[in-house]
């Protein structure tokens, strides 16, 4: 590692990214470099930060502004990198002029020598970089929160430097290989548009298929599609998630699946979505398939089978091709192999790549040509728009907010034994016996206040369901918020999450949601 | 292979870099987006530094012109169409033009050096391919920095 500090923020990275997260338990540890967690819960790393700071709930565009007024106000930003590499200074630097001291202390909580010791660190303290997860972008503000920590790199010149950077850690280790290949609505392989006749034509000719077939439209993000379903969306074929685990206001969520004419599930256990499939396609997992994984660093990795296929199950690869043919497709590519020679052919940021290539220890995008090496630090001269833009941002508190009915806040997250919706490590004996079961985590205070006791089962209760778990009474977590895990179908989480959706990124508020707590009779 | 002959290919290549530089500059003025027209600007300012090392060599034919060949060719400019010029460039694309208008050179002097027949005039263009391969090789980091957003 290259920094000399490392902010994080809503990331339990020990947890979520274990491999990554002990990264940079070795970078604090053996290697001093400064760490600073702004998390409303004690984490792994935050146990050995140098600086460990809780924020409220929402808060995250507050303090991220707050903390640049006191760079800025204190002549610790680059001012040359700004001159030459940024754009819009004028707008932000006015925006910036309410976020004071006061205002942001009161809605973030973080006191003002707090503030300002952060500041100080990740501004003067050298090469410094930036790694968030889901904590940021879970939010119905979530896009204003990753432009609140991109003005934060650039204005301390943070941006295309080894060792900077504004790093989002991705939810699941294929996220970004999934969004490269274009398992977006918006967009083919390498993020081409889909509304780009052009570009619809280079991919016409690479499948052999008439142009004119072509959907020129944008699709529907899949949070819309849930919303949609019965009415423009009659049927799903879902493969690899679980919308009755995951999506946000489980009741709603099953009750807009039964509206659906027809479902299809592609999946390596009987989910509970696919209890609900009127198909279900038994697939391979990940140990027994050829393929590759992109990782957060947009490094491209093949993974290989070390078993054969169970009986009874089949590769994705060929229950897709299959399916294909079905449909009237010709010589669709029905291995991994084959499928990735097609893909790099239209995909210009990976088209340098081949297995050969990525054997040892993968290449990172863009890769060009078979030439290219591969690029580990983007925008180390420009960016793509020319000039990044500081972004003026105006705080928007969460959709909800502690109230008198619902006194506290709800974020939801992961373990580390366990993973996503449960659907794997809830199905492997060793990781559910080392967690075999749902807790919630509440703060000594409030506990008491409630009259709640480690162990004791407790009802947990939002405007939309209410669910009855385990208390772990922890000063881990922060005074007023509550912490629970997403994988335990007995206590499902999401029956308790809001739906309500970021404008721009529809990415639902998953971490943010008004709850009370009452000891179960 | 006389210094007569030694200027008179100078003298092209100089030529090349000037309208070169003249292109840039007509472009910039012509740009909608500001960080284009900085892009266009900078290239012409950089043709203009080329012209002059060009020109040391023309006036001093005895200075042995020896251009440091780039450790690799990554090939990003033979992998893009050259892009049409035109006033709503976006920045990447600016950069796609420029590097396949080296590549072009480069290739020229390429083939010059293919079918010279005098060993002194073959070193020459070799080092002039050499010297558009160097430009080319920085254009193609740029480009790469900016030319595959991940935007949608």
């Known amino acids: 590692m290259k920094s000399d500090v490392i902010l994080i923020t809503g990331s339990n990275t020990t947890w979520c990214h274990p491999v990554f997260g002990g990264m940079i338990k070795k970078a604090v540890k053996q290697n001093g470099v400064k760490l600073i967690v702004v998390d409303p819960r004690e984490t792994d790393l935050a146990k050995i930060a140098d600086i460990h700071i809780r924020q409220k709930g929402g808060s995250d565009v507050a303090w991220l502004m707050g903390v640049q007024k006191i760079i800025i106000d204190n002549g610790w930003h680059k001012k040359e990198y700004i001159d030459t590499r940024c754009e819009g200074w004028d707008e932000y630097l006015k925006s910036l002029q309410s976020y004071t001291p006061e205002m942001v202390s009161k809605v973030s909580g973080i006191s003002k020598e707090d503030l300002y010791a952060i500041a100080k ?19 119905s503000h979530g896009v204003d929160n990753v432009k609140a920590i991109s003005n934060l790199a650039l204005i301390t010149g943070n941006l295309g430097v080894e060792g900077g950077g504004v790093n989002p850690l991705r939810g699941q280790n294929n996220v970004q290989g999934a969004c490269d290949m274009g398992a977006l609505p918006n967009v083919f392989s390498a993020y081409q548009p889909v509304t780009d006749a052009a570009i619809r034509e280079k991919y016409a000719k690479s499948w052999g298929i008439d142009v004119a077939t072509m959907d020129a439209e944008v699709g529907m993000p899949v949070t819309l599609m849930v919303d949609q379903a019965g009415d423009k969306i009659k049927a799903l074929y879902i493969m690899g998630e679980n919308p009755m685990m995951n999506d946000p206001d489980l009741h709603h969520a099953e009750h807009m699946l039964e509206k659906l004419d027809f479902i299809v599930v592609q999946d390596i256990f009987l989910t509970e979505t696919a209890e609900k499939a009127d198909v ?26 070390a078993i054969d296929p169970l009986p009874g199950v089949r590769q994705d690869a060929e229950i897709i091709a299959d399916l294909a043919t079905r449909l009237g497709a010709v010589n669709f590519p029905s291995t991994p192999q084959a499928l990735f020679e097609e893909m790099r052919m239209v995909t210009p940021s990976y088209r340098g790549m081949t297995y050969e290539r990525i054997e040892k220890c993968g290449l990172r995008w863009p890769c060009p040509t078979e030439d290219h090496p591969g690029t580990p630090v983007l925008h180390t001269a420009k960016f793509t728009r020319g ?13 909800e907010m502690p109230c008198d009915e619902y006194p506290l806040l709800l974020q939801t997250g992961r373990l580390l034994e366990h993973y996503h919706g449960g659907n794997m490590s809830r199905n492997s004996f060793t990781l559910d016996t080392l967690k075999p079961e749902c807790e919630l985590d ?12 480690s162990g004791d089962m407790v009802n947990i209760e939002t405007r939309r369901g209410k669910v009855k778990v385990k208390a772990r009474v922890t000063a881990s977590i922060d005074k007023g918020a509550l912490f629970m895990p997403f994988h335990f179908s007995e206590a499902p989480a999401n029956m308790l999450t809001n739906n309500a959706l970021d404008p721009i990124a529809k990415i639902p508020e998953y971490k943010v949601c008004a709850a009370r707590v009452k000891r179960a009779d | ?41 900078d290239l012409a300012k950089e043709e203009l530094g080329h012209m002059e090392l ?34 709503d460039m976006k920045p990447a694309d600016a950069l796609a033009l420029a590097m396949k208008k080296e590549q072009q050179a480069m290739e020229l002097y390429l083939g010059m050096a293919a079918n010279c027949s005098d060993s002194g005039l073959e070193a020459i263009f070799r080092n002039l391919a050499d010297m558009e391969l160097g430009h080319k090789n920085r254009l193609e980091t740029l480009f790469v920095d900016i030319g595959y957003p991940e935007v949608f």
Not at chain 1, 442 to 453: Q, R
Not at chain 2, 7 to 20: D, M, N, P, S, V
Not at chain 2, 27 to 37: G, L, P, Q, T, Y
Not at chain 2, 67 to 84: G, I, N, R, Y
């Open chain 1, 442 to 453: 509440i703060h000594p205070e409030d506990a008491e206040k409630l009259g709640i006791k």
């Open chain 2, 54 to 87: 060009l020109e040391r060599f023309k006036e001093d034919p005895t200075l042995e012109m020896k251009m440091k060949k780039p450790a690799t060719d990554t090939k990003v400019a033979e992998s893009v169409e050259l892009p049409k010029l035109s006033t």
């Open chain 2, 1 to 41: 292979m006389d210094n007569e002959e030694i200027k008179r290919l100078f003298t092209l290549a100089i030529e090349r870099e000037i309208e070169a530089n003249e292109f840039y500059a007509k472009a910039a003025k012509s740009m909608k987006d500001e960080s284009v027209r900085a892009i266009f600007s």
């Open chain 1, 280 to 305: 279900v396609l038994p697939a391979t997992s990940f140990a027994e398939k050829l393929g590759t994984y992109s990782n957060t660093e947009r490094r491209v990795q093949l993974g290989r089978p």
């Open chain 1, 121 to 139: 660190l990740y501004a003067t303290g050298g090469k410094a970089a930036i790694y968030y997860a889901m904590g940021i972008t879970q939010h």
């Open chain 1, 387 to 399: 000039l990044a833009l500081l972004a003026p941002l105006v705080y928007r508190p969460s959709e």
